[in-house]
């Protein structure tokens, strides 16, 4: 098992690193601004999913061939880059059509609900700050003496993953806040959906464009 020790330093190093915004984070806002609550937490929830992947690709041995193979890790990153740019293509395509959707009363999600959580789970699986983080950082807290190790990384894999999806929620939620002042105005809606078409091109662009080079 994890000792408390290594439990809580593994959180206080997440906690550092997911404070500060990344892909993910700015995924969340931009969809919370262009669609609105239901689809920021929707998104939230497909990039924790997402995010738990990596944590189960370390574990099982896959992380570090990401990790230390440059073409592949370049491979990864750019299938996330070129999926932000095409979401981001659509969301400036569709501006136009921007309203505020009726709620539905059933609770039960709908196609488009479950779309959303895949388009967050394809992000949060190729995000090149959780790829190194989960590859490089992780296992640098697991106990190799108490054995278990792929149990011992799943374990503290959780943690990170509900911080993020504590914070996210709390982007998202605030991010689809603002979105009903801009829902008064047909013309700010759009304005809002054509912003956020941009900023996800951007942050594809950005996150090809950044990261390992070797």
Same mark, same amino acid.
């Given at each position: 098992?994890?000792?408390?020790?290594?439990?809580?330093?593994?959180?206080?190093?997440?906690?550092?690193?997911?404070?500060?915004?990344?892909?993910?984070?700015?995924?969340?806002?931009?969809?919370?601004?262009?669609?609105?609550?239901?689809?920021?937490?929707?998104?939230?929830?497909?990039?924790?999913?997402?995010?738990?992947?990596?944590?189960?690709?370390?574990?099982?041995?896959?992380?570090?061939?990401?990790?230390?193979?440059?073409?592949?890790?370049?491979?990864?990153?750019?299938?996330?880059?070129?999926?932000?740019?095409?979401?981001?293509?659509?969301? =400036?395509?569709?501006?136009?059509?921007?309203?505020?959707?009726?709620?539905?009363?059933?609770?039960?999600?709908?196609?488009?609900?479950?779309?959303?959580?895949?388009?967050?789970?394809?992000?949060?699986?190729?995000?090149?700050?959780?790829?190194?983080?989960?590859?490089?950082?992780?296992?640098?807290?697991?106990?190799?003496?108490?054995?278990?190790?792929?149990?011992?990384?799943?374990?503290?894999?959780?943690?990170?993953?509900?911080?993020?999806?504590?914070?996210?929620?709390?982007?998202?939620?605030?991010?689809?806040?603002?979105?009903?002042? =801009?829902?008064?105005?047909?013309?700010?809606?759009?304005?809002?959906?054509?912003?956020?078409?941009?900023?996800?091109?951007?942050?594809?662009?950005?996150?090809?464009?950044?990261?390992?080079?070797?």
């Amino acid at each position: 098992m994890v000792s408390t020790d290594r439990l809580l330093a593994f959180a206080a190093m997440s906690l550092l690193v997911i404070v500060i915004p990344g892909p993910s984070v700015l995924f969340v806002i931009g969809r919370a601004l262009a669609h609105g609550r239901r689809t920021a937490l929707a998104t939230v929830l497909g990039n924790v999913l997402g995010s738990y992947l990596l944590v189960a690709a370390v574990a099982l041995g896959l992380g570090s061939l990401v990790e230390q193979s440059a073409a592949v890790f370049l491979a990864v990153k750019l299938a996330g880059a070129a999926y932000l740019v095409f979401l981001g293509v659509q969301a =400036f395509r569709h501006r136009k059509d921007m309203k505020m959707g009726a709620v539905d009363k059933s609770g039960q999600l709908a196609r488009g609900d479950l779309r959303t959580i895949a388009d967050g789970i394809l992000v949060g699986v190729t995000n090149p700050k959780g790829i190194v983080f989960f590859a490089a950082v992780l296992p640098q807290f697991v106990d190799h003496a108490a054995g278990g190790l792929p149990a011992q990384m799943l374990i503290l894999g959780l943690v990170p993953i509900c911080i993020g999806l504590i914070t996210d929620t709390v982007w998202g939620l605030t991010a689809s806040a603002a979105r009903h002042w =801009f829902a008064r105005s047909e013309r700010r809606l759009s304005m809002i959906g054509g912003a956020s078409g941009f900023a996800m091109i951007g942050l594809g662009v950005t996150v090809a464009a950044t990261g390992r080079a070797d």
